[in-house]
């Protein structure tokens, strides 16, 4: 006070001199200087958090929290303590996947990316995180809790959205070897080469790395094994043009690990697929107890042999981006990717019956299987849903800069042709299947074509034009972002007749889904260590392509080949729709930054197995509404001598909004589901992480608190809340001769050995309504087994 | 035997309460900290007067007009005082080379249209400068007019408080482009105050080749809440310019 009134003094003073004296002349500019902002690291929340200022709730999972994790660990695992998140792996190393929920949306509800390119299926939007790019690699993974990204390039996110980011290559010539060890036979071995700069003009880069992984089932019998290949380019064309381009390729064949109800878990917590090789009979029925037939959920008779319940799966992705500024106002960028995938899963043991050739049969029937010249025998075999995708897209977008508008317009499109078959192979009596990838040695119908028992062709076109405007007021304090899209998929499916239910004849349909979608979004900078934030954005997921499938019914055959058929299209299902509300508070300070938001989902025409009334049948259809509301909050310290902390907590009060339409005894029957809460929502969630860095060591113990969460539609059965803990520590040891940061690390998933199930449903179709198994959709859930306690070491090392 | 059966029954009990346990010893260190000085502007001001009046004063200023270029002038400025020990100040403060340190206290200048009433004079009270040194540990509120100070040094503390604040309030651009662009580069970006330390305009010297980065120095730099000017510094001058490299980097990326 005493000082303002000094300076008013001396302004009053001043005015009083300055008519009185000329002007005197001093330099009017002054340099403060360089000051360096460095994009991600262990600043803040041990690298769980950054100092965000958008619209929107957003997490990220930086470099720094992704090199303490282990290296195998999957995406999934390494956003589990975020708030809002619940992920789970089917096992420590994060080799054989896992699943991933956030405010009540399946991780098939979510738009997955990898720089940019979307990496969802295009059928049915399932994800796969043990197929993405090594750890070492990854310099960032985000998730929008709830709101949609609208350049994104999503139709099937009726949720919000995750992104990977991969590392660039480095300025300097090197490279990085890391090698792990640890129980279950487990390793890995990874290796990257840096070119550094090349050149004269010292314009491009590139990468490329390879690494092989494998560990055996906690439980049972098998293993993961995983080869991948990560490689980048950056070129920096001209001053204002660049291109980068990342390769992304995985091949792995992982035995699966088999779910369990509650009761097979008190009974056996271990109980997993027999390795007892199913035999052939010399002649006769194999489809009976002690032979092909099997049952998983082990209340009678044996579960299926573990090594005809496989994964392999191949992918590759290729991205690149190139992007040029145009002026000073303007920047243009594409975007283009081509996702490759070929693969099979779930149990593939099976029997098929032989026919003698008989022209009313598709195909004149099933051939001889075991080639003993009997047409009669019911034989085991190896059958399992192929997928084959080709997937190129491209983005466009234009970044426009004009007064204090920032306004992002962009175009979007993609054609996926995925190609779903159900061959089979010939297994022998030692478990050896004649060819695991089901591409070749397969069985053929009497008149030599394939035996198919599902062969569909989905040509699946997405598009969606987008801009937002991210406009600047108040000395750049008060953000609003106003956005659009209209977003369409366009599935063309062509149906080839095959042995499969609802299958046996040949048709097209081409259905189209489309929406405009907007989105608001507000930021207000209080003071400087204060802002508030909300926005309202809408979200749209098209039907997966299956319900096209399925709608032939009383075909008959001549010849061989379809005489007479009716199509009972499962019609009439609309995309479900969501509206997102966020609103929330982040505190930037001193020594620590937090954040609280408050949220509301309105979850519209969530698409599952229901009764469709137009239909008069059991298929997938909008089943009803939903509601979550809920908040999320978050801190992270900055390290404070060597000390430092994230924490989240997340609370979700999640409403089935109506009844469930099912059937029981074949007529329409509801379920009392109004008011229930949704399954594998749980309304508490914690985590929280502390970390000691001191010179060379590091050491970070996180915990993640699950609470009860409901299986079922109708709430009869839940899971129990749980707690894991996980040891991260690491040593830098000093630099030698050519290795630099040589680093010894120890990784111990769930210290405490913490017995826990996981549910296993996804978005729709699979989750279980009911436990009263005379409804269609009730029965027993299944789940997935916690991981037990696992210890890995590593040495790493740059050269 | 029977504890570790207990232990067991009560793993679900003793692993919430671990989680608990870890979320107060997260509270905990952050109150362990010792409590620094916030970087708020308000005090900012004094902290600069503070500071100035630590080294003994150079050459005492001239009686009367003659505004000699003090040649001790260009001193290198102790870092401020109070800031945090973090690594913040890489590069000394360079004031312009030509910032003439002038401490004509006749030079008020005819304020630009945009600042209205900023004209202040700059070292106006002729005090002796005797009592630079008793003035140093007092208590900083009630510190009455400093003794006069050659005003480029007032200005460089001023700079020094201004560098201090952005660094303070920096961040690399966040958001789905900016995670996908990850762009990298330096934009050189000026800043116009005025006397009060209101902004009066921002703008990009040399681009970074990024929009997105050149978008976020200018949000940096206009969104700030910047202390007055000393009394003492920018002689003359209604506004002022100051020149930042904001040098936007990814870890482990080079």
Same mark, same amino acid.
């Given at each position: 006070m005493q000082h303002k009134q000094t300076t008013l003094a001396l302004a009053i003073a001043g005015l009083f001199v300055a008519s009185a004296a000329p002007l005197a002349f001093a330099q009017q500019a002054s340099e403060v200087g360089r000051i360096t902002i460095i994009g991600?690291?262990?600043?803040?929340g041990n690298g769980y958090m950054v100092e965000e200022d958008g619209t929107k709730e957003r997490g990220t999972v930086t470099k720094a929290a992704i090199d303490k994790a282990r290296s195998t660990a999957n995406p999934f695992q390494l956003l589990n303590v975020l708030p809002g998140v619940n992920a789970s792996s089917? =096992? *420590? &190393?994060?080799?054989f996947g896992g699943n991933l929920r956030v405010r009540g949306f399946n991780s098939d509800q979510m738009g997955f990316t990898i720089n940019g390119a979307p990496v969802n299926d295009s059928g049915n939007f399932a994800v796969y995180p043990q197929e993405y790019s090594d750890s070492e690699n990854l310099c960032e993974i985000f998730v929008?809790?709830? *709101?949609?990204? &609208? =350049? *994104?390039?999503?139709?099937? *996110?009726s949720g919000g959205n995750v992104g990977l980011v991969s590392c660039g290559p480095k300025d300097q010539r090197g490279g990085k070897f890391t090698q792990s060890l640890g129980q279950l036979n487990f390793h890995k071995t990874f290796i990257r080469l840096d070119t550094g700069l090349l050149g004269e003009s010292k314009a491009a880069k590139l990468f490329m790395s390879y690494s092989k992984s494998e560990v055996d089932k906690f439980k049972g019998f098998g293993k993961a094994d995983r080869d991948h290949v990560d490689a980048g380019l950056e070129w920096k064309i001209s001053s204002d043009t660049k291109l980068t381009a990342n390769l992304l390729y995985n091949h792995a064949v992982n035995n699966n690990f088999m779910t369990v109800t509650k009761a097979q878990f008190a009974q056996n917590p271990s109980a997993d697929f027999t390795n007892v090789v199913p035999q052939h009979l010399a002649a006769g029925n194999e489809n009976v107890v002690a032979n092909f037939k099997y049952d998983n959920t082990g209340v009678t008779g044996r579960p299926a042999y573990y090594g005809y319940s496989v994964n392999p799966f191949e992918n590759y992705l290729l991205t690149a981006r190139l992007e040029s500024r145009i002026n000073n106002n303007l920047t243009l960028s594409a975007e283009p990717y081509y996702w490759y995938g070929y693969g099979t899963g779930g149990t593939e043991q099976n029997t098929l019956a032989e026919s003698a050739s008989n022209g009313t049969k598709l195909g004149y029937g099933v051939g001889n299987i075991n080639g003993n010249g009997v047409k009669t025998d019911t034989v085991g075999v190896y059958r399992g849903s192929v997928t084959e995708t080709h997937r190129p897209g491209i983005t466009f977008k234009a970044n426009y800069v004009v007064d204090n508008h920032k306004i992002l317009a962009g175009y979007w499109i993609e054609r996926a042709r995925h190609r779903q078959t159900q061959p089979a192979t010939t297994v022998d009596n030692n478990g050896n299947v004649a060819n695991i990838w089901l591409d070749g040695s397969l069985i053929t119908l009497n008149d030599g074509t394939l035996y198919q028992g599902r062969n569909w062709l989905t040509i699946s076109t997405g598009t969606s034009a987008f801009v937002t405007d991210t406009i600047s007021l108040a000395n750049d304090r008060l953000q609003v972002v106003p956005g659009v899209r209209y977003t369409s998929i366009k599935r063309d499916f062509t149906n080839y007749a095959s042995l499969g239910t609802g299958a046996g004849a040949d048709y097209q349909v081409s259905r189209s889904y489309s929406k405009p979608l907007g989105s608001l979004g507000l930021s207000y900078k209080v003071s400087d260590p204060l802002q508030v934030f909300g926005n309202i954005t809408q979200n749209m997921r098209a039907p997966s392509n299956f319900v096209l499938a399925g709608w032939v019914s009383s075909v008959t055959y001549a010849n061989g080949a379809v005489s007479a058929y009716t199509l009972k299209p499962n019609d009439g299902i609309k995309e479900e729709t969501s509206t997102n509300y966020e609103g929330g508070v982040r505190y930037t300070g001193q020594d620590f930054n937090a954040s609280a938001t408050l949220f509301q989902v309105d979850f519209k025409n969530r698409i599952a197995q229901g009764y469709n009334p137009n239909t008069g049948s059991y298929t997938d259809f909008n089943v009803g509404d939903s509601r979550t509301r809920g908040f999320e909050l978050q801190l992270g310290s900055k390290p404070i001598h060597g000390w430092s902390a994230f924490g989240s907590l997340t609370y979700t009060e999640s409403k089935i909004l109506n009844d469930f339409p099912s059937m029981k005894g074949g007529v329409a029957a509801t379920l009392a589901t109004s008011g229930k809460y949704f399954p594998d929502t749980p309304q508490w969630m914690a985590s929280a992480s502390a970390q000691y860095a001191n010179g060379p060591w590091l050491a970070a113990l996180t915990a993640k608190y699950v609470g009860k969460r409901y299986t079922t539609l109708t709430n009869e059965e839940y899971l129990d809340p749980y707690t894991t803990f996980d040891l991260d520590a690491g040593y830098v040891l000093p630099n030698f001769s050519v290795l630099k940061k040589p680093t010894l690390r120890l990784n111990i998933s769930n210290l405490f050995n913490k017995r826990y199930l996981i549910a296993n449903s996804g978005s729709g179709s699979n989750i279980t309504t009911t436990l009263d198994a005379t409804y269609s959709g009730g029965g027993t859930p299944t789940y997935y087994v916690g991981a037990p306690r696992f210890t890995s070491v590593s040495f790493s090392t740059e050269f | 035997m029977s504890l570790a059966l207990q232990l067991f029954r009560h793993r679900d009990s003793a692993s919430t309460a671990g989680t608990v346990l870890l979320m107060l010893a997260f509270a905990v260190a952050i109150s362990l900290k010792?409590?620094?000085?916030?970087?708020?502007?308000?005090?900012t001001v004094m902290e600069i007067r503070m500071l100035e009046e630590a080294p003994p004063a150079p050459p005492p200023p001239k009686p009367l007009p003659a505004p000699t270029p003090a040649p001790a002038a260009k001193l290198q400025l102790p870092s401020p005082l109070p800031t945090p020990p973090k690594p913040a100040v890489k590069e000394p403060t360079r004031t312009s080379p030509n910032l003439t340190p002038n401490l004509a206290p006749s030079a008020p200048s005819p304020t630009p249209a945009s600042a209205p009433i900023s004209t202040t004079v700059p070292a106006v009270s002729s005090a002796p400068a005797l009592p630079a040194k008793e003035a140093a540990p007092a208590k900083p509120v009630e510190a009455p007019p400093p003794a006069p100070k050659p005003a480029a040094q007032i200005s460089d503390g001023y700079i020094a408080k201004l560098r201090a604040y952005v660094q303070g309030r920096k961040r690399y651009p966040t958001g789905r482009e900016a995670s996908l662009a990850k762009p990298t580069g330096t934009v050189r970006a000026w800043l116009l105050l005025n006397r009060q330390g209101e902004m009066q305009d921002v703008g990009v010297e040399r681009s970074s080749d990024s929009i997105i980065l050149d978008s976020e120095a200018l949000k940096l730099l206009r969104s700030g809440h910047y202390p007055a000017f000393p009394d003492e510094a920018f002689p003359g001058q209604g506004t002022h310019k100051f020149y930042f490299d904001l040098d936007y980097q990814r870890s482990g990326e080079n």
């Open positions: 991600e690291g262990d600043r803040l089917y =096992d *420590a &190393t994060g080799l929008t809790q709830g *709101a949609a990204e &609208t =350049d *994104a390039p999503h139709v099937g *996110a | 010792p409590h620094l000085p916030s970087k708020v502007q308000a005090e």
